[in-house]
């Protein structure tokens, strides 16, 4: 089902919304319509026993001084949170959990008729893909001039803007499309070799759970070598982005690993709420309906003796992922299966030690320290997030998971903002492990009428 709009003015490119999205827009709406005939009609206790109660950070809100992303309020207060991590680290687990605990749907800055997009909000229900919250002009900050086919367009992708809480993104590894204005990031991290390696996946499948057959590793090992090597400087770039921009913009930043988000969900989501209520790191989470939320997302009773920590995202995400292992084997799964060469292992760990060493040097030629490095200048990023595979013992050392250093942003009454997708990204337009890697595919597939062997879905 599509809904067009039949005048399009200057040309402008259809748009469609999926069935989701108007799903959610007349139940809302319906919702809303009751609440104020209600409050009109109090002797309707027939109605009153039988309506659905919301939050009402789910009711719309049809105010006109809703004017932007970085001032309007949202369910949780100050404008939007970005949830901002490398492609294939865990952000869809993560939105899941979030939608589930609060009721909110979670948007995102990538294009909604892409391939991957329509997958995420047609079958995995995901239906923010491509909501960003009202239009943005990052240098006056107000809604920028819409033609009538933009406005209505606007109505029912942003109309319930407030309830709009935290974006998905992966810029700078790519540019969302359209800009964004937050204060407040979340930064999502996952070892670079489980990350990489699904990377490949999605690259040769164009699919966000299909895995493939051992016979193509085989085939284009010197491929997926490559893609390794390279792959491992934009990973660095990428995650060193958002702890110099946080810092430099005095954004706060929660950073969220991946493998803590599966070994023990409940705890990892209690520090992502309590930083989205702006309540500090959520070690001390005292909210008791925000644990019950919690217990109830990552599908837990709300006795305190059922506490587990078995790992098992099966039952988590919008999907399955692809290895069926939980707990410890599902981390570092790539180095159990040999995925990649030991002279591709000592690369990554060099490249990463070289980016280490630079910014140390420019950091001493400015005279100026980075408080991400106050722990230990000579840490490596691997080692930050306990990460490494030589100094450290990933995987094994995740048995007991390695403690985080904190990443604070500078410390000040009045707080920054960032705006994404203005600046350029961080791979170079020419970059054959990027987009084009969608080309390499089709050209290997005849165009996907003859798509790579893959295997059987495990459950």
Known sequence: MQIHHDAKPNNEIEWKIWPAHLELLRFLENQHENIHERSNNPKRTDQRKRAVHLPSCLIPNTSKANASTASSGNAFGSGIVLLASYPRSGNTLLRTLLERTTSIVTGSDTRPDRTLSKSLAMQYDLVGEGLVGNAIDANTNKKKQQSSSSQLQNRFQTAYDPSLSIV???FPERKGWKPVNSSRVLLLVRNPYDSIDSYWNLCCTNTHTTSLDE???????????????????????????????????????????????????????????????????????????????????????????????????????????????????????????DRYSESTLTHMHDVVATVETNRNKKSSKFASISSINKTKTDETILEKFGYDIYNQNFPENFNQPPPLPTFAGKQSKTLGSITINKTPEIRREDDEFGRKMTLWRRGETNNDSKPFPTVARRR
């Open 215 to 337: 016979s193509v590793y085989k085939k284009y090992a010197e491929k997926f070598e490559s893609l390794a090597r390279h792959e491992i400087q934009i990973w660095c770039d990428f995650h060193y982005h958002w702890l110099d921009i946080c810092e430099k913009e005095g954004v706060p930043l929660l950073v969220v690993r991946y493998e803590d988000l599966v070994l023990d969900p409940e705890s990892e989501m209690q520090r992502v709420i309590a930083f989205l209520k702006e309540d500090g790191d959520g070690r001390n989470l005292h909210d008791s309906f925000w644990k019950w939320r919690i217990r109830h997302a990552v599908g837990k009773s709300n006795k305190p003796e059922s506490r587990s920590t078995t790992g098992s995202t099966s039952n988590l995400g919008s999907y399955q992922p692809r290895s069926s292992s939980g707990g410890i084997l599902s981390i570092g799964k790539t180095l159990r299966k």
């Open 168 to 170: 998905k993104t992966h």
